[in-house]
């Protein structure tokens, strides 16, 4: 069944399959070509029976690998022969209940949703994230930047949107590893609140803006977003949106409505489908982001035209951004899988890989984008072109 599927659907590239036999199968033909090394017939089995899962279970076990043209290029021919599935009929009726209990993100299952993925050491994300750890998209107006510019590209970018002044108080939802609060200090002149459901990311948010005389311009809490009080200048959100659940995106944006100033500017940067919206895939939820869900962009627009007083002025669709992002993420892990298998065995490796792999597809084959919502109370907030992005003032 498994070599009439493949035979089927492989028309873009090929695939070269060894079994554990000795036995080797071709699929398709030409470029990109890649390789499957089997070691288990039962995980070919798996596989079958739930592709979304077992496909990342499989591998994380040792069930199969890569071989030339790597993990990566293995990944590129799937997604691009395997479209990613949408629920129809009877599970579309039901994915409303699905989505609930996955993604019934109250208060507590929050904080442990977070501690899950980015509790993790520090020194873990510092084998491939840049100098600032940034651990979100970057942006790359030249697509040959560093990934050190990139991110930095990434924060005059928001900065831009938000249009700061000197002085002004600034909101970080999911202030991270601290890096844009700083950024938007000391470029902006501002003061500015990160809040984060990370400890680990807080001490090393708190530490840095200590080591770089910050301390007493950026704060950082570990604290939920809907516990948040107070009035704000400037909201921004970067990366955080995608834990919110669905359940909670009103909630969301009712948070932000109530935080901001009357002549206030708020920026949410979220991954996003272009696509129909779904469920969240099963792997990544049970290993990677549990809780998690990517928006589309109508399921975003739809909740804030529900909220009076709250509207949309600007809105950007970031393409293949990410791709470039997790492909230098990948390369930055491997160049250091080594060490790391030796501190967090091999079997986190694979997870690691894996998922930095499928999610550069991802963007690449697939339909994620990153979206930058531009929100405020009315129109007259922000200008009526946006030349103020193209050439920012002095």
């Not at 089927?8 to 090929?14: H, P, Y």
């Not at 994620?368 to 907030?381: D, E, I, K, R, S």
């Not at 946006?386 to 002095?394: F, G, H």
């Amino acid at each position: 069944m498994l070599e009439k599927m493949l035979s089927a659907r492989i028309q873009l590239g090929s695939l070269t399959m060894r079994l554990p036999s000795g036995e080797t199968r071709v699929f398709g033909h030409g470029e990109p070509a890649a390789e499957m090394i089997v070691h288990d017939n039962a995980a070919l089995r798996r596989i079958l029976r739930d592709p979304g899962l077992e496909l990342g279970e499989t591998y994380m076990e040792g069930g199969w690998e890569a071989g030339a043209g790597g993990l990566r290029t293995l990944i590129e021919v799937l997604m691009r022969n395997f479209a990613e599935a949408h629920p129809e009929g009877a599970e579309r009726l039901t994915l409303p209940l699905i989505k609930l209990m996955q993604q019934s993100n109250r208060i507590g299952r929050s904080r442990r949703n977070v501690s899950h993925h980015y509790d993790l050491d520090e020194a873990l994300f510092r084998t491939f994230l840049d100098d600032g750890m940034f651990y979100s998209c970057a942006y790359f107006p030249h697509e040959d930047m560093t990934l050190e510019d990139a991110q930095q590209a990434k924060c005059q970018l928001l900065m831009d949107k938000l249009r700061l002044q000197p002085g002004m108080r600034v909101l970080d939802i999911g202030s991270g590893w601290g890096g844009l609060a700083m950024y938007l200090a000391e470029h902006g002149g501002v003061e500015v609140d990160g809040v984060t459901l990370s400890t680990e990311q807080l001490r090393v948010a708190e530490d840095e803006a200590a080591r770089r005389g910050l301390s007493d311009r950026v704060h950082f809490y570990l604290r939920d977003y809907r516990e948040q009080e107070g009035v704000y200048d400037r909201i921004v959100s970067v990366g955080m949106f995608e834990h919110v659940g669905e359940p909670q995106f009103s909630t969301f944006f009712r948070k932000i409505n109530s935080l901001l100033a009357p002549d206030g500017i708020a920026v949410l940067h979220t991954i996003g489908v272009t696509g129909v919206p779904g469920q969240t895939n099963a792997w990544v939820r049970r290993h990677i982001f549990p809780g998690g869900y990517v928006p589309s962009l109508s399921q975003i627009t739809r909740k804030v035209e529900q909220i009076a007083g709250l509207v949309y002025t600007d809105v950007e669709v970031l393409r293949l951004h990410y791709a470039w992002t997790l492909a230098e993420w990948y390369r930055r892990f491997q160049a250091q899988r080594a060490s790391i298998a030796e501190r967090m065995g091999e079997k986190f490796c694979r997870m690691w890989e894996f998922y930095l792999a499928t999610s550069e597809g991802s963007f690449l084959w697939w339909d994620l984008v990153v979206f930058h919502v531009q929100l405020t109370h009315g129109h007259g907030a922000v200008p009526v072109t946006r030349d103020y992005l193209c050439q920012p003032e002095a």
